[in-house]
């Protein structure tokens, strides 16, 4: 994956010294860099550094990218909502959040366009709604992100199935809002909704877990910095882990709190034929990792 790599920092480099780095050029360069390092990381786990393209590390090109997209629509206006979306969706994709709220303003901003140029019902409003619940979500703004997630919902009801995908990431982000709050009935109703909708379902990736902390210091686990317990689960109807049996563990100490752990956990439950069933003999791995 190196020469990809050097490939795309030779053009990007060139595109800064012929056109500077406001030009439509280097933007597109600057996002094909940002999502080979997203794809980079995602599948073999290399750096940009890996890469070979440390410059380019992660946090660093997509703060890159909030400047130049700014940049770029002070000279090209007409094209804010083009630069603005593709913006914001890389950053949401790489699920990067920032403590400068960059994202969060761009999101808006973003939001803002569409809702002018193609009205507050089209795809493109509803998307970039869906962009500023996810931004508050990742900045831990739970109360903002619920409010807007709760707008997506009002949208999406009963429009084109081209928004679709957009309510099944508010009832997905919902279900955690929810079940943070211990409220337990909405956080079904919305893990419910996204096994309706069968686009999650076939992951079965949690929609909501708890994360577990280290034991306390034992003689058992003194000399132990990482282990792991794998427990074979069924999920309700409710999208609910029940029916919890051990299958792997590395050490007695830890299985009790994964399955207390994993009690709070939320997934999509199965629906096939037009009705909610359980999902059995489901297998999940909780790692513990000594700080």
């Known amino acids: 994956m190196h020469c990809p790599a050097a490939n795309y920092e030779s053009v990007i480099n060139y595109h ?22 997203y794809s980079a990381y995602k599948g073999p786990r290399l750096s940009a550094r890996d890469l070979g393209i440390s410059q380019f590390g992660r946090n660093r090109a997509i703060a890159k990218l909030f400047e130049v997209t700014e940049k770029l629509i002070l000279h090209m206006p007409e094209n804010s909502l083009l630069f603005r979306g593709h913006t914001v969706k890389t950053a949401v994709i790489n ?9 969060l303003k761009i999101a808006k901003k973003f939001n803002l366009d569409a809702k002018k140029n193609l009205g507050q019902d089209s795809v493109a409003c509803i998307e970039s709604l869906t962009y500023v619940g996810q931004a508050y979500f990742g900045m831990q703004k739970y109360k903002d992100a619920r409010i807007v997630f709760e707008q997506v919902l009002m949208s999406v009801k009963d429009q084109n199935p081209g928004m679709r995908q957009y309510g099944v990431i508010a009832h997905a982000h919902l279900v955690s809002l929810y079940a943070r709050k211990n409220e337990t009935k909405k956080a079904i109703f919305h893990s419910q909704a996204v096994g309706e909708s069968g686009l999650w379902a076939l992951k079965q990736k949690p929609l909501y877990q708890v994360s577990v902390k280290f034991p306390p210091p034992s003689t058992a686990n003194a000399n132990i910095n990482n282990a792991s317990v794998t427990i074979t689960m069924d999920i309700s109807k409710n999208g609910q882990p029940v029916n919890m049996r051990i299958k792997s563990s590395t050490l007695v100490d830890f299985d009790k709190l994964a399955i207390d752990s994993l009690k709070q ?21 909780i790692n513990f990792i000594r700080e």
């Open 16 to 37: 800064e010294e012929t056109q500077g780095d406001e030009s439509q050029a280097y933007y597109f360069a600057l996002l094909d860099i940002i999502n080979l390092i």
């Open 95 to 103: 699920n990067w959040t920032d403590k400068d709220q960059c994202l």
């Open 265 to 285: 956990w939320y997934f999509a439950p199965k629906f096939i034929t037009d009705k909610f069933a359980v999902t059995t003999d489901f297998d999940v791995t």
